[in-house]
């Protein structure tokens, strides 16, 4: 497509041609100054999420963790008749309760929009609403639902990313992946969890 067949007059008009691919991430920046951009943010970031006397979060994820596996009294000065380990009733507890949430997936409904009723609307909607249910209620998807249900209260969040594989099957398809979420560093200055919503995401590989 000519660059300027699009212009003040006609960039509403309806046109045929070829659009050319587009990079899924296009950041009109040099690498030279993206990169101190990122090392700053990312420093920013640490400082905040790990003060000592604010969030600290290291800290607080490796107490949850010892919490959750019984391990709190490891390496503390014992008497001689007591014992480091415990029964894990907090383990026990979050057991159940990721039995019970993984037992019922949510149900996704798409309702057909539009102004009046249109038959092929409402079938393409009935069809997208069976696709999603068949989606979401495989043993994959509760498995990952598990997962983050288990790393949640530990480590205060839960991760799972979606991303584009180009040599998955014949014409590549998107990919789940569940993240450790110690290798997941948030934006400190959202002012909601909503990832949506966050200047900058950042993920270790």
């Known amino acids: 497509m000519d660059n300027n067949a699009i212009s003040e007059e006609n960039r509403f008009q309806p046109s045929t041609g070829v ?33 000592s006397d604010g969030t600290n979060l290291k800290a607080r994820r490796e107490q949850n963790i010892k ?9 503390k000065d014992m008497k001689s008749f007591e014992s480091e380990f415990l029964d894990n009733v907090i383990k026990e507890s979050e057991d159940m309760l990721k039995a019970l949430a993984t037992s019922k997936m ?46 949640l209260p530990a480590y205060l969040i839960a991760v799972k990313k979606y991303r584009w594989d180009a040599s998955k099957d014949k014409m590549g398809d998107y990919v789940e992946e569940v993240i450790n979420p110690d290798h997941i560093l948030l934006d400190h200055t959202a002012l909601t969890s909503n990832p949506d919503e966050m200047l900058f995401i950042i993920h270790y590989v």
């Open 67 to 75: 919490y959750l596996f019984g391990k709190q009294l490891i390496g």
């Open 106 to 151: 949510p149900d996704i409904i798409v309702s057909a929009g539009g102004i009046g009723r249109s038959e092929q609307r409402t079938e393409t909607a009935e069809l997208l609403t069976k696709a999603f249910d068949k989606k979401i209620n495989t043993e994959e998807q509760r498995h990952d639902m598990g997962i983050m249900f288990r790393q």
């Open 19 to 51: 659009i050319p691919t587009l990079s899924p991430l296009n950041v009109e920046l040099s690498d030279e100054r993206l990169l101190p951009y990122i090392t700053e943010l990312e420093k920013k970031a640490t400082t905040h999420w790990n003060k």
